[in-house]
T-cell receptor, first 110, second 112 residues
Framework: GEDVEQSLFLSVREGDSSVINCTYT??????LYWYKQEPGAGLQLLTY?????DMKQDQRLTVLLNKKDKHLSLRIADTQTGDSAIYFCAEGSNDYKLSFGAGTTVTVRA | DSGVTQTPKHLITATGQRVTLRCSPRSGDLSVYWYQQSLDQGLQFLIQ???????AKGNILERFSAQQFPDLHSELNLSSLELGDSALYFCASSGEDPYEQYFGPGTRLTVT
């Protein structure tokens, strides 16, 4: 979506941390999301964060939100081959319809 | 497995034809959302239904329509199909927590 931007590709070594970045433009965004799409599969909701939060941690995933800069990031600790996928950043507001970025293809190399 | 089912998985049809995509939400979810994923437009919100009523509309063409039935399943109807309608069509559902949308596996539509 034109309101959400993310880099297209990320290559990371197995065991390292991955950081995927996203910027959005809608200041009324209430929720920011990260979805994962594996080849031939649907979208899996990984995590989401409310706009009044700065950080959310869920096992290997850490989401950081800088509301002033409208910047969202997803950090994956100890990246594994199973983490290879396309990661979509999305924003939503009170009408619940989501606007997605173009997706970041993460490739994990041995 | 998100619990959202979509049929068919693949659909190949010719230009000018009409197709119907079906979605069954997770058990108990009242909201259904339709999204289109194409190479040139990315993932775009089409339409949302809540308990049978249309709630929100996005970039949905007039040739497209949807409905949600009393048993909460939803259908997306695409008519006068064009080559550019070839895409993955996703259905998502949400329940008591409307911020959590769970996506189905998608229907891949190919228009030839």
């Amino acid at each position: 979506g034109e309101d959400v931007e993310q880099s297209l590709f990320l290559s990371v070594r197995e065991g390292d941390s991955s950081v995927i970045n996203c910027t959005y433009t809608d200041s009324s965004s209430t929720y920011l999301y990260w979805y994962k799409q594996e080849p031939g599969a649907g979208l899996q909701l990984l995590t989401y964060i409310f706009s009044n939060m700065d950080m959310k941690q869920d096992q290997r995933l850490t989401v950081l939100l800088n509301k002033k800069d409208k910047h969202l990031s997803l950090r994956i600790a100890d990246t594994q081959t199973g983490d290879s996928a396309i990661y979509f950043c999305a924003e939503g507001s009170n009408d619940y319809k989501l606007s997605f970025g173009a997706g970041t293809t993460v490739t994990v190399r041995a | 497995d998100s619990g959202v089912t979509q049929t068919p998985k693949h659909l190949i049809t010719a230009t000018g034809q009409r197709v119907t995509l079906r979605c069954s939400p997770r058990s108990g979810d009242l909201s259904v959302y339709w999204y289109q994923q194409s190479l040139d437009q990315g993932l775009q919100f089409l339409i949302q239904y809540y308990n049978g009523e249309e709630r929100a509309k996005g970039n949905i063409l007039e040739r497209f329509s949807a409905q949600q039935f009393p048993d909460l399943h939803s259908e997306l109807n695409l008519s006068s199909l064009e080559l550019g309608d070839s895409a993955l069509y996703f259905c998502a559902s949400s329940g008591e927590d409307p911020y959590e949308q769970y996506f189905g596996p998608g229907t891949r539509l190919t228009v030839t």
